[in-house]
């Protein structure tokens, strides 16, 4: 197991404000997201796990 699976169910990802990096909210997803948010710049980020990356909004 690498330490990315053994936090991938624990994990918690947070939208933050661009410019205080203060948490805005906590990001409730409807599938398991894995481990890393890759921001895309345009409000929108990537997600990743074994098979499927997905892209995410909050629109």
Known sequence: MTAE??????GTHLLLDTHTLRPLAEIDYPAAPGVAAVP????TWLTRDEETARRWTTA
């Open 40 to 43: 895309l710049g345009d409000d």
């Open 5 to 10: 699976e053994q936090w991938e169910e624990e």
